[in-house]
């Protein structure tokens, strides 16, 4: 069975220019400036701290150059082929391989290398913790490892704002305060939220506030979020 295929188009807001990195810019940097073979690249990091963007961010990158992405991640059933016209290779949420995609993606990453064809892959552990077969983890480790980190509120709250914006939603302060200090600042999950607010706005014709908020998620039953402690 072939791999999944990336979609041609990543999501609107996952390009390099609209991730926001932390702490450390070089990863972005080095994304962009890959070249055609090159050491292979590990991205690690907790959920919502932009591993995925990244790895959609090179993708769409690389397409718009003209070359064809094989991408994977837990979700993609093996076995996994490498086909000829593949130029970069993308494995995500490695953590989370089970066995036999483990085996498959051994396989994929030592054809890679027999190829000269480049990869990055991402995981919410550094290589020496992932729960994987010592082959694969070593592979993993071999090239630049960056570590992501989930935003600082201030970084938060200006991707949050860029966001709305972009989508067209008005928040005020209090609204983004209450997401920043209740919430996770796992993006991913806050943009999520951001979308169902607005059609939840929308439906029930009422603007975006805190008591509407609050409303949804009893409403759509999300556990309403326990207040962040200062530290």
């Known amino acids: 069975m072939k791999q999944l295929t990336l979609p041609m188009a990543a999501p609107a807001a996952a390009g390099f220019e609209t991730f926001v990195p932390w702490p450390d810019a070089a990863v972005v940097q080095h994304l962009r400036q890959l070249p055609a073979q090159a050491t292979p690249v590990y991205l690690w990091g907790p959920a919502g701290s932009g591993k995925t963007h990244l790895l959609r961010a090179l993708a769409g990158h690389r397409q718009s150059l003209g070359e064809q992405?094989?991408?994977?991640?837990?979700?993609?059933?093996?076995?996994?082929?490498?086909?000829?016209?593949?130029r970069l290779l993308l494995i995500d949420r490695c953590d989370e391989l089970d066995d036999a995609q483990q085996r498959s993606a051994f396989a994929l990453l030592v054809e890679a290398q027999s190829q000269g064809v480049p990869w990055v892959a991402a995981g919410r552990l550094p290589p020496v913790d992932l729960p994987l077969r010592e082959d694969l983890r070593t592979r993993l480790g071999w090239g630049p490892v960056f570590a992501l980190q989930n935003l600082?509120?201030?970084?938060?709250?200006?991707?949050?704002?860029?966001?709305?914006?972009?989508?067209?939603?008005?928040?005020?302060?209090?609204v983004m305060g209450y997401l920043l200090t209740r919430f996770e600042r796992d993006l991913g999950h806050l943009m999520a939220l951001l979308d169902r607010l607005d059609e939840f706005a929308l439906a029930e014709h009422r603007a975006i506030s805190v008591p509407l908020l609050?409303?949804?998620?009893?409403?759509?039953?999300?556990?309403?979020?326990?207040?962040?402690?200062?530290?």
């Open 214 to 231: 609050k409303k949804m998620l009893a409403e759509q039953a999300e556990p309403m979020p326990v207040t962040r402690e200062a530290g």
């Open 152 to 174: 600082p509120e201030t970084q938060a709250r200006a991707v949050l704002r860029r966001e709305s914006d972009r989508r067209g939603i008005f928040l005020t302060d209090e």
């Open 69 to 86: 992405i094989g991408w994977f991640d837990a979700d993609t059933p093996p076995a996994w082929t490498l086909e000829r016209a593949h």
